[in-house]
């Protein structure tokens, strides 16, 4: 099988992907830029369906999930957990992939925002609401001193998100 083909296992489910022609133009042409870097710009250029490049981007991001070697903080303070990645995308490709594991191969048009972290067990990803790109923006400047940063609003938020393993909180 095709090295590109093993990376990226969900494409071969939702296109019929010439893997020795792609592999051939990316290695190619496209050397400078990522695999789904260059899906992206097939479908810019028509030559390929937008959610392969979400695909791709997802399967990407579940590999840097487990393998990313970031040391988690030990200083006391709030933080937004060091592997967090986050995917801006225009189709449900996660439940897209739950379906296809299935046997029912489609495509779900929703936008949203996922995020994929790694926690003890392993990798989690969770769907994020306005509420919670709100409170995590406190978070982008580096670590709070404590959670009484956050308003009585954002503290159940900030509780669930904590709970979750996407907030690490040093500072109790």
Known sequence: MNELAQKFPSLTLFSDLNWEAVTTEYETQYVDISFPEYLQQKSLEGDCPPYLFELAFFEL???????????????????????????????????????????????????????LFRISDGVKTIELSDEDLTLL???????????????????????????????LDLAS
Request: some cysteine; proline content about 8%.
């Open 61 to 115: 991001a579940l590999f840097d999930a487990r393998t990313w070697d970031e040391p988690f903080p030990h200083v006391p303070g709030i933080y937004l957990n060091p592997t967090a990645l986050f995917l801006s995308l225009e189709f449900d490709v996660k439940r897209m992939l739950d379906e296809a594991s299935q046997g029912r191969i489609q495509v779900l048009e929703r936008p949203h925002v996922l995020c």
């Open 137 to 167: 923006q406190k978070l982008e400047g580096g670590p709070l001193p404590g959670s009484d940063a956050f308003n009585d609003d954002e503290r159940q938020v900030f509780t669930r998100l904590k709970q979750l393993g996407l907030i």
